[in-house]
């Protein structure tokens, strides 16, 4: 939608559902959409043809699903990256590739104030967090080996409207969703693993400043808010809004405890966000007021 507003012409690559055909609603007659996936490379091949640039999106996501079926995840994340990278080298496109905060992982043994910037080791600690560090670091070897103009953005936990609330999806959504239908809320473990969200307003302005920036070859740039926040207290923000109970479960395997950002070499390039996580989920729920719960 921003890109659209700013007169881009824009083209799809996405595996087909009734929800994507939701999310484009009201303006698909002004975009191309080719449904399939990153994996068929012909498919890849012939529909990156007469583009300039290449936001490399698409993904499997989650990290329960990595933990059920790790090799739908390699074959997704990596491959299809493999597959992106290959067509965007030999046609001289440049290349803007969504890796995640989850490369990271644990055991960085940081100080209460210490934060993760863009240098610190790259310790996956789940299937998924391995597979996007495979891709992460595929597109610096072909910016290193064939000069391919590739961008790394590692987003920490991006949160807001649209965002998917069934199976597999995000832990604000999914709590939002709950509480609408009278669930309980469920926090597993103790609900101390703080993240830092950023609302995905932000993270679009994020994106369109690294287009609009040159001289971002080869580069990795964190983009979050600079803030973490508890999934105990979300939850809890969450259960006095819509009057739903809190249940806790065991803590999940591959779970990371805190993920700090550090985001100052965003701000050097002017990245500022707007919305924080408490006006964030008030957008949520208002928007998911206006949908189906089902």
């Known amino acids: 939608e921003s890109l659209l507003k700013k007169g881009h012409e824009v083209t799809i690559i996405n595996t087909f559902s009734d929800e994507k055909l939701r999310n484009i609603a009201g303006f698909e007659d002004k975009i191309r959409v080719v449904f399939g ?59 803007i590739h969504a890796s995640t905060c989850e490369v990271y992982g644990d055991g960085h043994d940081l100080k209460a104030d210490e ?13 998924y967090a391995a597979s996007k560090a495979g891709a992460d670091r ?13 961008t790394i953005v590692r987003p920490f936990n991006i949160f807001g409207e649209r965002q998917k609330s069934g199976t597999f999806g ?4 999914i709590l939002v969703r709950k509480a609408m239908i009278g669930e309980k809320l469920t926090v597993f473990g103790d609900g ?17 400043l690294v287009m609009d920036t040159p001289g971002l070859e080869g580069k990795s740039i964190n983009f979050g808010s600079g803030k973490n926040t508890s999934v105990k207290d979300i939850a809890e923000y969450i259960s006095k809004k819509l009057g739903a109970e809190i249940k806790h479960g065991p803590a999940r395997p591959g779970e990371v405890s805190r993920f700090p950002a550090d ?26 007021k206006g949908q189906e719960v089902a």
Request: overall charge negative; charged content about 20%; some cysteine.
């Open 37 to 95: 996936s990153i994996t068929d490379t012909v498919l890849v091949e012939k529909t990156l043809r007469g583009h300039d640039l290449v936001f490399h999106l698409a993904a499997n996501v989650n990290v329960d699903q990595s933990l059920k079926d790790p090799k739908s995840l390699l074959d997704v994340n990596v491959m299809g990256t493999f597959n992106i990278l290959e067509q965007v080298r030999a046609l001289g496109i440049r290349m």
């Open 263 to 288: 985001i100052s070499y965003a701000q050097s390039l002017g990245f500022s966000p707007k919305v924080d996580i408490w006006e964030g989920i008030d957008r949520y729920i208002e928007w998911t």
């Open 192 to 208: 101390s693993a703080t993240r830092d969200y950023l609302h995905v307003s932000d993270l679009v302005r994020a994106y369109e």
């Open 115 to 127: 934060l993760l910037d863009e240098t610190a080791e790259l310790k996956p600690n789940s299937p």
């Open 170 to 173: 995000a832990l604000i959504p």
């Open 138 to 150: 595929l597109c610096y070897s072909y910016y290193k080996s064939f000069g391919v103009n590739v």
